[in-house]
């Protein structure tokens, strides 16, 4: 019989998630307030919110709809993946607009709220959304808390030093948000999870009916994925050349990784490469999706991201685990990580091969934090490639730093983490009679297993 599960801090989630709210209350009935725009500006008010609201409505969901059931590839933990998504977006994007208020828009004791700090609230939380992929399904609920309330800071400071201090021209959020992400998560597993070596659980295996609603996730991602890229562009031509550039890479990238799959596999498809080859498109093209370049750079890019990620989850992903003892339940670093890099260093590419006498340089843009860039002289196109690639470096150290000691701090007692043999089940966070029962007679047969095989 497998051994009882120990028990849990059970109050802790409702405790710390009542104080956290109850707290924002009083925070926003004392500090936040409305804008109030002149008269003489509310019809360009009005004109960027009808610009702006539809691509938010769009971003909202791929995040909650679409992230949440490409998650869904764990059979037996599809309640706690769309629970959890759900709540970490809710808690880092309120988490997100206080940070932001009191280092960007406090004055005069007034924080002025509107839908474009909202807006990057939400991209805040995508980082923490992202993060978690890495160590979902061996982890509480009151650890992937911790992991948001650490990394929302980390990012805005990431974010912060990448795009205001150098400078780094990202509208899409490949480097501020994919790369930093990916690596914040990996180094979280790392911490974690690296002095031993972890098992392949038999529920982290997905069925045909978890890869269905897994992967009509990733089909709501990629139609709503222009909108996440473009929202932050200047509305007009670099909006319009955002969002071609990206339905370009993603339809590359979806075709390409339909090829690179059926090579692999002996003429069949893996369903884990078309749920994230599929979207590596959108993930390379961010940081280039506004400048100047040819739409074949844009297929190009495309093929290449679906190409890493593909041979990623076949070689890279077990070489980690088997050498690094490196877990990623979600493959974040096939999907994020590595056409993050991609993107980075075309970036780079790009902006070095840009006509120098060009009217529409690759530097009339907006870059993901909103700010703008300053405009470059025609013998600095060369400083602003460095500029990229040390915004990438900097994306890459910071994460992972941050990762390691959040993944540190996640080894406390009182955050104590599920048993192994009872992973990756909705039991433990869901009153389910059929399965709770299970758990209370000393698990399945499966979990019996796998108890006697440790």
Known sequence: MAAQPPARPRRLLPLSLGLFQAALLLFFALFVTYGDPRAEDASLAAKQLYGTFPLFQDIQVMLVVGLGLLLTFLPRYGLSVLTHNFLLLNFCTQWALVLQGLLQRFHHGQIQLELR????????????????????????????????????????????????????????????????????????????????RQLLHPKETPTPRSDLTSLLGTLILWVFWPSFVAVLCQPGDAQHRAILNTILAMSASAVTTVVASSLLEDGR???????????????????????????????ALGSLSAMVCVLGFRFLTPFLRRKLMLQDHCGIHNLHGLPGILGGVASAVVILAAPKDTSRSPFSQVSSAGVN??????????????????????????????????????????????????????????????????????????????????
């Open 373 to 454: 860039a300053s405009e470059a002289a025609v013998g600095q196109w060369g400083g602003q490639a460095l500029c990229q690639a040390a915004g990438l470096a900097v994306a890459i150290g910071g994460s992972l730093l941050t990762g390691l000691l959040t993944g540190a701090m996640l080894r406390l007692p009182c955050l104590a983490r599920p048993p192994e043999q009872h992973c990756f089940e909705d039991s433990l966070n869901f009153s389910i009679q059929g399965q709770a029962e299970s758990l209370e007679l000393g698990g399945t047969m499966e979990e019996g297993g796998l108890a006697l095989k440790e």
């Open 117 to 196: 700090s909202l807006l990057l609230a939400e991209f805040a939380a995508v980082t923490v959304l992202i993060s978690v992929g890495a160590v979902l399904g061996r982890t509480s609920p009151c650890q992937l808390l911790v992991v948001a309330a650490c990394e929302v800071p980390a990012y805005l400071a990431s974010e912060w030093v990448i795009a205001a201090h150098l400078g780094v021209l990202d509208v899409g959020g490949t480097i501020t948000i994919h790369v930093f992400s990916c690596y914040f998560g990996l180094g979280v597993s790392k911490a974690l999870f690296g002095r031993g």
């Open 269 to 299: 498809l893996r369903p884990g490469h078309l749920q994230n080859g599929s979207l590596a498109g959108g993930v390379v093209i961010g940081a280039v999706a506004d400048m100047t370049m040819p739409p074949v750079a844009a297929l």
